[in-house]
């Protein structure tokens, strides 16, 4: 089996933060083109919020005293302006967490 470019991973990490979103009781919105500082709105029902959410696959490493770090890209200028938060997967541990 040949590896998963970057691009599969990508596609990959969107559709599971579809159903984490979804498992989390917020309706979900994608975008269904490849480019744009947006992949998912997400609507919450009951408070009326509407997230702009860029999802990002964390990279991790450990550092030299043993304890482990996550990164991943950041927030562009515009989706700061757009107010797009990015919403980071750990595939280590399976888990998404929101980071801006």
Known sequence: MSKV???RTGDITEHRAVVW?????LE????ECCVGPIDIISYNTETK?????DVKTGTSYINK?????ISCQKQTDTQKELDIKIL???KEEDTFEFIS
């Open 5 to 7: 470019s970057d691009n």
């Open 21 to 25: 979103l979804l498992a989390q009781g």
């Open 28 to 31: 979900v919105f994608r975008n």
């Open 49 to 53: 919020e509407i997230l702009k959410i």
């Open 65 to 69: 005293d043993g304890t482990r770090n």
């Open 88 to 90: 980071r997967y750990d």
